[in-house]
């Protein structure tokens, strides 16, 4: 296969990306569990950067160094899980080295007719940054590992009218487990998202003292997880999980805080107040205003005299 050096791998099959990786085609074509250690052809070409049309669920047994969460770095010795979705753009780095593990790789074909293939964009991890991995703990690697060999047995048997069936519960099971993993990810890593929150709470003071809403609009959440090094979908799953907010609604929040000040002790116009925080449209900041404090701006500075 040859592709242009600036142009990642495209592969619209599980077969054609068997075939690059040098493993046997699939047994079923929308759905292959595939061993690492089974890739026999030259993928450091590959690795630097490639396109499914398919989701993948990788776990890799040994992550070397260290994986980074923000500002701060964690050592893993358990292993981790990493969800990519179709389109994704995925690029490995080559310093890591050979792994131990394997990837699911499942194409959205296969879900149709089921819930699942509306209820998968419910699970956020799959817009995760790759170093945002779930590190599992012992229990939770036996407890996932064991889904894993049974969609593996599954494969490996005769297929009959109740293997999607079966198939497809078990996927939903790997990933309600995640969820659940997750969580207790976020919930042991408390101190490091408290930091996040305290470095986000600084970013928007900082965007909205400065003033930045008249020349850039108003702060988002993609600006907030580039200046912080998460994803916008970890970013928001981690504040829900720690305030009940999700990163917007940080955003907003913070934005009503300043609105309140600027109504308090100045005398800008309603208009010049929404321009000053980045508002196009003066009926967009007051509508805002409106559904978050039951009060439209002028309401405000009313009930302060």
């Given at each position: ?97 050979e792994c ?127 200046a912080m ?23 907003h929040q ?52």
């Amino acid at each position: 296969m040859k592709k242009n050096n600036h142009q990642p791998y495209i592969f619209h099959s599980i077969a054609e990306m068997n075939k690059a990786l040098g493993m046997p085609p699939p047994a079923h074509p929308l759905i292959a569990l595939n061993d690492y250690k089974d890739i026999s052809g030259d993928i450091s070409d590959i690795a630097k950067g490639m396109l499914m049309d398919f989701y993948k669920i990788s776990y890799k047994k040994h992550l070397s160094g260290k994986i980074r969460y923000g500002q701060h770095h964690y050592d893993f010795n358990e292993g981790g899980l990493s969800f990519i979705s179709p389109n994704q753009l995925i690029a490995e780095d080559e310093s890591n080295g050979e792994c131990e593990g394997f990837t699911l790789l499942i194409h959205p074909d296969f879900f149709r007719g089921y819930a699942l293939a509306a209820n998968i964009k419910n699970y956020g991890f799959f817009s995760y940054a790759a170093n945002e991995a779930l590190q599992l703990s012992e229990k939770e690697k036996e407890t996932l590992l064991g889904v894993f060999k049974n969609i593996g047995d599954e494969l490996q048997q005769r297929l009959d009218k109740f293997s999607q069936d079966v198939i497809i519960s078990q996927i939903e099971l790997l990933l309600n487990y995640s969820n659940r993993f997750y969580n207790r990810q976020f919930i042991t890593r408390s101190a490091v998202n408290h930091d996040i929150l305290t470095q986000m709470e600084t970013l928007l003071e900082d965007y909205f003292n400065a003033r930045n809403g008249m020349e850039k609009g108003l702060p988002t959440v993609q600006y907030l997880a580039d200046a912080m090094h998460v994803s916008p979908g970890y970013l928001s799953d981690l504040l829900r999980n720690l305030t009940g907010l999700n990163a917007q609604q940080h955003i907003h929040q913070k934005m009503i805080e300043k609105a309140k000040i600027i109504l308090s002790g100045s005398n800008l116009s309603v208009a010049e107040i929404a321009y000053q925080l980045g508002f196009e449209h003066p009926q967009s900041f007051s509508k805002i205003f409106k559904r978050k404090t039951n009060q439209t701006p002028v309401e405000f500075k009313q009930s302060l005299n």
